[in-house]
C-alpha cells in the first residue's frame, strides 16, 4: 500500500521533528470515516500481466478500456514488444472518474481524480513490472488561507492550508495498489461512479460513460455523488469561492470511463520458448514449446512489421500437443529473398473454442539457442575456461561472458571465479550454469577411449549421442560427424545433441577424448536420420460455389512423392508431387467440410497442413418468375398478384408498376416503373404473392415481377390489370337495308354493323366475333363463334362485314379490349344479320 502526499501547507514541530504536511480531517457520511467499500480482482490475464477485471461491491465488474473512442490510455510504444502484445503504451483504465468545479473571478479551482489504474514500475512496459492501484487525487488552487472542507462520493475531508503556491495550493494523492485474485482489496474509492442510468442520454452498449462528456453519476456509498467545498478563514468566516459570493461551490457532473467486463477469460498460455536454429546450408527453423489448456489449439506466426523479404513461417502454423497441456513445433522456414534475415518476434496463439474464453496472443522475440558446453575453473592455472555454441552457425552471433563482459572462448584469469555464469549471444539467446571447479589433473598421458557410445535420431535433424566416460584426466571430448569436427564438450561429458544433423542421411559419429597428453582413440557409431518431410502450409479458397470449392496451398516440400486431398478426413484426391491446387467439384450445396492437404513420402509420416472449414453457399439460379397474374385484391381499388417462385438462392423479389395510358386512336403507352409502396421495397426470398393497394379507379396498370440476388436482377414477368370493370360495348345492331327497287340497298354478302362508342379511358378498341345461324342457335351452349376482326380506336362505332353468303342469318357480338396488353371485357348481346 503507498500513500502519496504533496502539499504546500505550513510547518509545525512535533516531538522535535520537522514534518511538512497538511491536517487532513474526516467527516463522511458513510459508517466508517473512509466510506470507499472493498472491491475483488479477477484471475491474472497472461496477454497484459493484469487482473481479468475489478468488480466493486455492487458487483459492477470492470475490464481494462481499449477502445480509443471510448476510452483515454497510452498509445503502444512502438518497438517494445510488451506493449505491442497489449495494445497499450504505460497506462491504462479499468475506471477513470474526474470532477473539476472553478470561478476565475473568485480565483477558486478544484479538480478531482478518481481511478482503478494498469501501468509499469519502469518508465516503458516491460515484462514483470506490471502494477496495478487505485487512486484519489485532490488539487485545490484558493484565493487565501483558510479551512476548506471538501465532500466527495466516498467521504469528507478538512484541509487547512496556511501558505499558498500558485498553480498547486494543495496536492494530495492516494495510490493504494492491489493484485489479481485479491478477494477484498481496500483503497480510497469504491464502488465505481457511473453515469446515471435514468437520465438520457445512456451509456454506450458495454460502458458506464462515454470518457467525454461529463454527466451526473450513481454509485457513492455516502449518496453524496458530487463535489461540494466549503471555504471558511481560521475565525470561521467565510471566504468567497463562487461568483454569486458564497463560501459554497459544487458540481454533480462527472466525466466517467470503463468498459463493463465481458465475461470471457483469456485462455491460458505460457510460451516457455521460442528460438531458432539455423546452418549455413539451411534457412532455418523455429523451436517452440508452449503451455496452455489441455484442450487448447496452439499456433505460431510472424508477428506484424516482418519483412517481406525475411525467411518466414506458415501463418498460422500448429503446435503438437501431448493431451496434457504441453504444446511443441519445429517448423522449417521458408526461403526468403534475403537469406539472412528472420522474424523479430513471433506470436504465440491459443485459443479454446469454448465460447467463453478469449483468444491470447504472446509476442515473443525470436532468439538463437545458447548452450554452454564447458564453465571450468582450473585450480592449478586458475584459469575460468568457458566453452558455448549458438545454434545460428549460418550467421554465428557474439557469445559474451555476462559476469565479465568478455568474449567467450578466450581463459579468464581470477582468483575468485563465480558460482555461476551466463553467456549472452548477440541474437537475443542466453544459458547460464554452475562452474566447475577441477583438481590439477595428470594430463601427461593421452586419456582413455569413451565407450558404450549410442546413437538416437529424435528428428529429421537432430541426433542424441551418449557414451561412457572411461578416462580420469580428459580436457575434453571431440564430437566428429562424417569425420568433420562439429564440437566439442567440457570434461566428464558423456551426452551431446546434434541439432544441424542433415536429414535423410546415412551419418557416422566419432567421440574421442582430449587433453595436453593427446587425444584417445574413438568411439564410433553409425546412425541414420529420417526423410525432414515439409508440411504444405497456408491452405485457403480461391472460389467457394454451391457445387464447387477450388483450394490453394503453398507447396514447401522439395522432396515430396505426391500431395493427397482429405476432405472430413478422407481422402478425396491423390495429386502429383509440386501441385498447389485443387478443385472438390462433389460438394453438395449449404454444406459445412473440412479440408486438409498432406505431403507424402515413402519413408515417412504424411505431413499435413492447417485444416479449414469450408460451408457451401445454396446454389443460385435467378430465373423469372413463373405463372404471373393479377386478381381483385381483398380490399376496394386492389390488386393481388400471385406467381410461382421459380428461382434458387435469391435474396428477395422485386414488385414495380406502371401506369397504361390508352389513346384514342387506340396506342397504348406504358409510363415508367417504379416499386410498389406497398409494401415498400423488395419482399424476401421465396415470397409467391402481394397485394397493391390505392389503385385508381378505371384504370390500367401493367406490373412486373423479378427475383433478386443482392445487386443482382433476374428476368422479368410482366402482366397488366385494369382496376375496374370494361365496359360491354351498347347499341350493336344490324344495319342490313335492301332499298327500294334496289336503290340504296346494302351490298350483296354484306352486314353492316354499329354501336356506340365508349368513352372509358382504358379502352383501346374492339373485338367482333360471328357465329353462323339465328340468335337460337348462337346462344345455345357449345356454339361456334369466329373472329372477324380486332378493331382500334375508341371512337370506331361501324364496321362492314363483307364475304357472307346471301340470305343465311348471321349472329354478331361485340366487346372492348385495352389494346396489344390483352385485357378484354365481357362480350354483348348478340345481333342477328342477314346479307342480301
Known amino acids: 500500500m503507498t500513500t502519496m502526499f504533496n502539499r504546500k501547507l505550513s510547518v509545525a514541530l512535533v516531538a522535535g521533528a520537522l514534518e511538512l504536511y497538511a491536517a487532513s480531517v474526516a467527516h463522511a457520511a458513510c459508517p466508517v470515516p473512509n466510506g470507499a467499500t472493498p472491491y475483488a480482482t479477477g484471475p491474472l490475464n497472461p496477454v497484459d500481466g493484469y487482473a481479468e477485471y475489478v468488480s466493486d461491491s455492487r458487483g459492477t465488474s470492470l475490464q481494462i ?26 497506462e491504462s483504465f479499468y475506471w477513470l472518474a474526474e470532477a473539476s468545479v472553478a470561478d476565475a ?23 514483470g513490472e506490471q502494477l496495478t492501484f487505485t487512486r484519489f487525487r485532490l488539487r485545490l488552487d484558493v484565493p487565501q488561507p483558510g479551512v476548506y472542507q471538501v465532500e466527495h462520493p466516498y467521504g469528507v475531508d478538512s484541509y487547512r492550508i496556511e501558505a499558498l503556491e500558485t498553480g498547486r495550493d494543495l496536492s494530495e494523492t492516494f495510490d493504494i495498489s492491489f493484485v489479481p485474485d485479491q478477494p477484498d482489496a481496500r483503497g480510497k474509492v469504491g464502488p465505481w461512479l457511473t453515469w446515471d442510468p435514468v437520465l438520457a442520454p445512456p451509456p454506450p452498449a458495454g460502458y458506464i460513460g462515454d470518457g467525454a462528456t461529463p454527466q451526473p453519476v450513481v454509485g457513492s456509498p ?15 468566516l467565510p471566504i468567497v469561492i463562487n461568483a454569486n459570493g458564497s463560501n459554497v461551490i459544487r458540481t454533480d457532473l462527472f466525466v466517467v470511463q470503463g468498459q463493463l467486463f465481458d465475461g470471457r477469460v483469456q485462455t491460458p498460455l505460457d510460451a516457455d520458448r521460442v528460438t531458432y536454429s539455423r546452418t549455413p546450408e539451411r534457412v532455418g527453423q ?23 523479404a525475411s525467411a518466414r513461417l506458415a501463418t498460422p502454423t500448429p503446435l503438437t500437443a501431448d493431451g496434457n497441456g504441453k504444446f ?20 504465440v496463439n491459443a485459443l479454446v473454442a469454448d465460447g467463453n474464453t478469449d483468444a491470447t496472443r504472446l509476442v515473443r522475440a525470436l532468439v538463437d539457442q545458447v ?25 554465428p552471433p557474439t557469445l559474451t561472458v555476462q559476469e565479465y563482459l568478455r568474449p ?20 537475443g539467446g542466453w544459458d547460464r550454469v554452475p562452474v566447475r571447479t577441477l583438481a590439477a589433473l595428470d594430463q601427461s598421458e593421452p586419456p582413455a577411449a569413451p565407450g558404450a557410445i549410442g546413437a538416437v535420431a529424435d528428428s529429421p535433424t537432430q541426433v542424441t549421442l551418449g557414451w561412457s566416460d572411461n578416462a580420469d584426466n580428459e580436457g575434453g571430448f571431440e564430437i566428429l560427424r562424417n569425420g568433420v569436427l562439429i564440437a566439442t564438450t567440457a570434461a566428464d561429458a558423456t551426452s551431446f545433441v546434434d541439432t544441424a544433423a542433415p536429414q535423410d542421411s546415412t551419418l557416422t559419429y566419432q567421440v574421442v577424448a582430449v587433453n595436453a597428453g593427446g587425444r584417445s582413440a574413438a568411439a564410433t557409431i553409425t546412425v541414420s536420420t529420417p526423410v525432414l518431410l515439409i508440411a504444405p502450409s497456408a491452405l485457403a479458397t480461391t472460389a467457394v460455389t454451391g457445387n464447387s470449392v477450388a483450394l490453394r496451398w503453398t507447396d514447401n516440400a522439395a522432396n515430396e512423392a505426391g500431395y493427397l486431398v482429405l476432405r472430413n478426413g478422407l481422402v478425396i484426391a491423390t495429386l502429383a508431387a509440386n501441385t498447389a491446387v485443387y478443385t472438390d467439384t462433389t460438394v453438395a450445396p449449404s454444406t459445412a467440410y473440412t479440408y486438409q492437404v498432406q505431403a507424402t513420402h515413402a519413408r515417412a509420416p504424411a505431413a499435413g497442413s492447417n485444416v479449414i472449414t469450408v460451408t457451401t453457399p445454396a446454389l443460385i439460379s435467378i430465373v423469372a418468375p413463373a405463372n404471373l397474374s393479377a386478381v381483385l385484391g381483398t380490399v376496394a381499388n386492389s390488386a393481388r398478384l400471385n406467381w410461382t417462385d421459380a428461382s434458387t438462392g435469391e435474396t428477395g423479389y422485386r414488385v414495380q408498376r406502371a401506369t397504361i395510358t390508352i389513346a384514342a ?39 412486373r415481377v423479378n427475383a433478386v440476388n443482392g445487386a443482382t436482377q433476374g428476368p422479368t414477368t410482366q402482366v397488366v390489370r385494369h382496376n375496374g370493370t370494361l365496359p360491354v360495348p351498347a347499341g350493336l345492331r344490324s344495319n342490313v337495308t335492301n332499298g327500294l327497287l334496289g336503290v340504296g340497298a346494302t351490298p350483296v354478302g354484306r352486314v353492316p354493323l354499329s354501336w356506340t362508342a365508349s368513352t372509358v379511358a382504358a379502352v383501346a378498341g374492339y373485338e367482333l366475333e360471328r357465329c353462323v345461324g339465328a340468335l337460337t342457335v348462337c346462344n345455345a351452349a357449345g356454339a361456334t363463334w369466329i373472329p372477324v376482326t380486332r378493331l382500334n380506336g375508341r371512337a370506331t362505332r361501324t364496321f362492314n362485314v363483307d364475304g357472307l353468303p346471301s340470305r343465311q342469318a348471321q349472329s354478331f357480338r361485340i366487346r372492348s379490349h385495352t389494346g396489344t396488353v390483352g385485357l378484354t371485357g365481357a362480350w354483348s348481346a348478340a345481333v342477328v344479320g342477314t346479307p342480301r
Not at 478500456?65 to 504505460?90: I, K, Y
Not at 455516502?222 to 475565525?235: P, Y
Not at 564453465?375 to 545454434?391: F, R, V
Open 665 to 703: 386512336n387506340g396506342t397504348a403507352t406504358t409510363g415508367a416503373f417504379a416499386t410498389i409502396t406497398t409494401p415498400s421495397g423488395n419482399l424476401p426470398a421465396n415470397a409467391t404473392t402481394v397485394q397493391n393497394t390505392g389503385l385508381a379507379a378505371n384504370a390500367l396498370y401493367a406490373y
Open 286 to 308: 523455429v523451436d517452440a514449446f508452449a503451455t496452455s489448456a489441455a484442450t487448447a489449439a496452439v499456433t505460431i506466426q510472424d508477428s506484424a512489421g516482418t519483412p517481406a
Open 105 to 127: 473571478t473568485a480565483g477558486f479551482e478544484a479538480l478531482l481524480v478518481m481511478a482503478a489504474e494498469a501501468t509499469y514500475a519502469t518508465a516503458e512496459p516491460t515484462a
Open 371 to 395: 548452450t554452454i558446453t564447458q564453465a571450468d575453473y582450473d585450480l592449478s592455472t586458475g584459469l575460468l575456461n568457458i566453452a558455448a555454441s549458438s545454434s545460428d552457425t549460418r550467421v
Open 408 to 427: 567467450v572462448g578466450a581463459p579468464i584469469a581470477t582468483v575468485a571465479p563465480p558460482s555461476h555464469v551466463t553467456v549472452m549471444s548477440s541474437a
Open 65 to 90: 478500456c481499449r477502445n480509443a473512442d471510448l476510452c483515454f490510455f497510452d498509445e503502444p510504444v512502438p518497438g517494445n514488444l510488451v506493449s505491442a502484445q497489449t495494445g497499450t503504451g504505460g
Open 222 to 236: 455516502c449518496d453524496t455523488n458530487f463535489v461540494r467545498i466549503t471555504a471558511t478563514d481560521f475565525n470561521g
Open 328 to 347: 511443441f513445433t519445429s517448423e522449417v522456414l521458408a526461403d526468403a529473398p534475403d537469406t539472412t534475415a528472420l522474424p523479430g518476434a513471433i506470436d
